[in-house]
């Protein structure tokens, strides 16, 4: 039988009672997931799973514990509190202490999509198979299909506080994934595209599918770059994985132990170029991460975290919030299977008034790139990088042939102190967003 959110939490605050654990915190999370694969038009993969987890937190003569269980059942949770307690006994003493949820005004959180959950399988499953279609169809160079996927996502979080104060949110979310395979004169290139939303019925299958063609085919015939330092133009996908590298900085616990790019750094230090601001929004519209309250059931609010270059704000959990004095930002989630830790949520640059293109018309020579890899060699408290990277030569304005099996080189620090000028081409990527951006110089390490 399914057990419902309050069924646990009175089983475990039966337990806790005869344990005599007065400071406590519960948390309980189900998700269940649907995906399809769609291959020559037929289901090529389909998974459905359904997955809930019960995670304790408890603090016995000033020592902080933490547990959790995937079974619902009266001894695994007995067990998790048991083990939660033995590992309280471990813990140095802390002043460590939980949220009370009571009087707390959360924000409304309407990405529920009911309807959505209630479209019959065989529509999905359409879906995916017109994902592939009309990939193929969009370009005849378009060989292969290596994956077509739509997925569906649930989730449901419930909290309860040491004075049995409940909290929730239910939340959709809706994905198509599309990479495939471009060939023509004897190159071949791979191009991928996605795209999510909180509603089946906002997701573009067209623009996915036309898109992962475009990224396939206009990087065919790419040449090898040559060797220059040169101002380049980062394509909204390329900035993206380098905001991703940079939101880890933005952590004070990173900052406390000397991980982030910002150790030396104080709020209102100028940081990068005046061009650049970024928010963290947990309450975007439609975003993939937003959410109400974070996972300590702390109330979530946007932050300016850089503005006009300058560290406007950093990100905390309740704990380092009360170790810096300052209010709690909101920004505690959980890897489920871990204790929470800071991080953030809707990251994103706030956008410019160029195109990518226009950003690109005003270099005499340099590259647009469009695409990093090997981002995780990069070094996250240095921000020093080499990575390889695809895209085009740019002579006097214009964007001319692509190339390729290149390296970009530098630091992140000074690449975002270089910037120029920002594009007005937002695009989400999960819970990161970037723009295109120019910047005055960058190495490039070619032929």
């Known amino acids: 039988m399914e057990q419902t959110a309050n069924q646990v939490f009175n089983a475990t605050l039966k337990k806790l009672d005869?344990?005599?654990?007065?400071?406590?915190?519960?948390?309980?999370f189900k998700k269940r997931s649907l995906q399809i694969d769609s291959k020559e038009l037929e289901v090529d993969h389909f998974n459905s799973s359904e997955d809930a987890i019960l995670s304790i937190r408890l603090i016995k003569d000033k020592r902080l514990g933490f547990s959790y269980t995937t079974s619902l059942e009266t001894d695994a949770i007995d067990h998790a509190l048991n083990t939660a307690l033995a590992v309280a006994k471990t813990m140095p003493e802390d002043s460590m202490g939980f949220n009370i949820f009571k009087n707390t005004q959360y924000p409304n959180f309407l990405s529920y999509d009911l309807e959505g959950l209630k479209t019959p399988l065989a529509q999905k499953i359409e879906l995916a198979k017109q994902l592939e279609l009309q990939c193929k169809k969009s370009d005849s160079r378009i060989k292969g299909i290596r994956s077509a996927s739509i997925s569906e996502n649930e989730f449901e979080t419930h909290m309860m506080d040491q004075e049995q104060n409940q909290i929730s949110y239910k939340k959709?979310?809706?994905?198509?994934?599309?990479?495939?395979?471009?060939?023509?004169?004897?190159?071949s290139q791979i191009?991928?595209?996605?795209?999510?939303?909180?509603?089946?019925?906002?997701?573009?299958?067209?623009?996915?599918?036309?898109?992962?063609?475009?990224?396939?085919?206009?990087?065919l015939g790419a040449k090898n770059a040559p060797t220059l330092q040169c101002a380049a133009v980062f394509e909204n996908q390329a900035s993206a994985e380098l905001l991703e590298l940079l939101a880890a900085s933005f952590s004070e616990e990173e900052i406390f132990k000397g991980k982030?790019?910002?150790n030396t750094k104080k709020l209102k230090d100028p940081v990068f170029s005046s061009k650049l601001t970024i928010f963290d929004n947990p309450l975007l519209s439609d975003g993939y991460a937003s959410v109400p309250f974070d996972d300590e059931g702390v109330c979530t609010q946007t932050k300016e975290l850089i503005k006009d270059g300058t560290l406007n704000s950093t990100l905390n959990n309740l704990y380092y919030a009360m170790k810096n004095k300052v209010k709690p930002t909101g920004n505690s989630f959980r890897a489920l299977k871990s204790p929470p830790k800071i991080q953030s949520t809707n990251i994103y640059f706030k956008s410019g008034n160029k195109s990518s293109k226009d950003l690109c018309a005003s270099i005499h020579k340099g590259v647009l790139i469009t695409d990093l890899m090997g981002l995780h060699t990069a070094n996250p408290i240095t921000g020093d990088f080499s990575l390889g990277a695809s895209g085009f030569l740019i002579e006097n304005g214009k964007i001319l042939w692509p190339i390729k099996g290149f390296a970009v080189s530098g630091s992140l620090l000074t690449l975002l102190n270089q910037i120029e000028d920002i594009g007005n081409d937002l695009k989400f990527f999960g819970p990161i967003g970037a723009t295109s951006f120019s910047v005055k110089a960058?190495?490039?390490?070619?032929?």
């Open 442 to 447: 960058v190495s490039i390490g070619g032929t």
């Open 191 to 219: 191009g991928f595209d996605s795209e999510f939303s909180t509603t089946l019925n906002k997701l573009d299958i067209s623009k996915v599918a036309t898109q992962a063609a475009q990224n396939a085919t206009r990087l």
């Open 260 to 262: 982030s790019l910002f």
């Open 172 to 187: 959709t979310m809706y994905t198509a994934q599309m990479t495939c395979k471009a060939e023509d004169r004897g190159d």
């Open 18 to 28: 005869y344990m005599r654990i007065k400071k406590f915190e519960l948390y309980f």
